[in-house]
């Protein structure tokens, strides 16, 4: 994995909205990621759902850009440890790419993938209600290359592995099938407030 500083760990500090076994990170967002950062440009990103569903989409830049915009405004929580309190996402909310598409209603789960080949997988329920977004911005600015950019998934109710960096689709299907992390150990969920950091938890 690479990784700055943030990955070890620091003492602990109780603050409002804090999940148990996390520290508030301030100002800093560590950069965490299971391969190398790509080189994805926003002419060559294209995210694709397919699986379970009735119609089976793909969207490049452009036809991204022209979906309604949404945005997601609040805390993200790590794995390692860290939480980040007042973000600021700018995007697409996953219901609109979802309803387009137009799942089956035997899909329970998705497998969320990248660029890279990166996979993580989630349940339906937790991409669905105004709970997930294709996100192209951070803070009013492009979203970076180290974070995820030109765009990520950003599911902040749960642990940021399951927030896939470079984005490239979701499969859809009628069960759970584990992820790159959740085969090496990590909890199929990753609920922070029940701190599902491993399998087991």
Known sequence: MNTTRGFTGRPRAARPGLPPGQYDAGDDWPVLSAEVTPDVSPADWTFRVSG???????????GAHRLPASAYSGDIHCVTGWSKFGVRFGGVSLDTFLEAARPLPSATHAVA????????????????????????????QPLAPEHGGPARLVVPHLYFWKSVKWIAGLELLDHDEPGFWEQNGYHARGNPWEEQRYSGD
Do not use: F, K, M, Q
């Open 52 to 62: 379970l569903v009735a119609e089976p989409r793909t969207w490049d830049w452009a």
């Open 113 to 140: 993938y990248s660029h890279t080949g990166y996979t993580a997988n989630l349940p339906l329920a937790d991409l669905t209600g105004g709970r997930a977004w294709i996100v192209r911005e951070y803070d009013g």
